[in-house]
């Protein structure tokens, strides 16, 4: 059965680096997303993705963070700078229009 | 605005006896509905869904959940709880009005954590 992948599966890195996060969505779904989830909290919408552009994110989704469909089949979310605050899971998912299929997501710690 | 409410955070249940998780949403529209579940660094994955056809959902592993409007609930139910149903589960509700999740986003309740005694 498809499934969306995700890499690296878990990521730590320095305050103010720059990080890829890397998501092989399902091959014939048009939409994508990231979503991601601070321990203890609740999973929080990021970015949704459509025909090659942005097409809703939420408010923290700031300039810092930025979206890419490289290659037409990686779905990347690049965080520029990176702050204490954005540890995080990070869930990537891609969507058929009837259903969101998620990846085992990327554990982001940020010293 | 659409919102989920899961009423508990940790349940706990013997293995063999019922499993009922909570959740209460709010919504403008007529709403998607979902259960997700997330085991132990596993990703999310789609329990069931509701989408104005049958108010009685069928989902997989003998899980099931009743839209009730009167109540706006969407409880979640399993006659016998397994081991292996031990993980934290999701109610979700879609943003996007109409039958298809058409690009939408998802809002997640803060989950309810599911143990399962031997």
């Known amino acids: 059965e498809p499934e969306v992948t995700q890499t690296p599966s878990h990521q730590v890195t320095q305050m103010g680096q720059e990080v890829i996060l890397r998501c092989v969505p399902i091959?014939?779904?048009?939409?994508f997303y990231w979503y991601r989830q601070i321990l203890g909290q609740k999973v929080e919408f990021l970015v949704s993705f459509y025909n090659n552009e942005i097409s809703e994110k939420s408010e923290i989704f700031d300039d810092q963070f930025s979206v890419e469909r490289p290659d037409g089949s990686n779905f990347t979310l690049k965080i520029r700078s990176t702050k204490l605050e954005d540890s995080a899971m990070y869930f990537c998912a891609s969507s058929d229009m009837s259903n969101q299929y998620f990846g085992p997501g990327t554990r982001l710690l940020v010293l | 605005a659409q919102s989920v409410t899961q009423l508990d955070s940790h349940v706990s249940v013997s293995e063999g006896t019922p499993v009922l998780l909570r959740c209460n949403y709010s919504s403008s529209y007529s709403p998607s509905l979902f259960w997700y579940v997330q085991h132990p660094n596993k990703g999310l994955q789609l329990l069931l869904k509701y989408t104005s056809a049958a108010t009685l959902v069928k989902g997989i592993n003998g899980f099931e959940a009743e839209f009730k409007k009167s109540e706006t609930s969407f409880h979640l139910t399993k006659p016998s709880a397994h081991m292996s149903d031990a993980a934290e589960y999701f109610c979700?509700?879609?943003?996007?009005?109409?039958?298809?999740?058409?690009?939408?986003?998802?809002?997640f309740g803060q989950g309810t954590e599911l143990s399962v005694k031997p």
């Open positions: 979700v509700v879609s943003v996007v009005e109409g039958v298809y999740n058409q690009g939408g986003k998802l809002i």
């Open positions: 091959s014939n779904h048009l939409y």
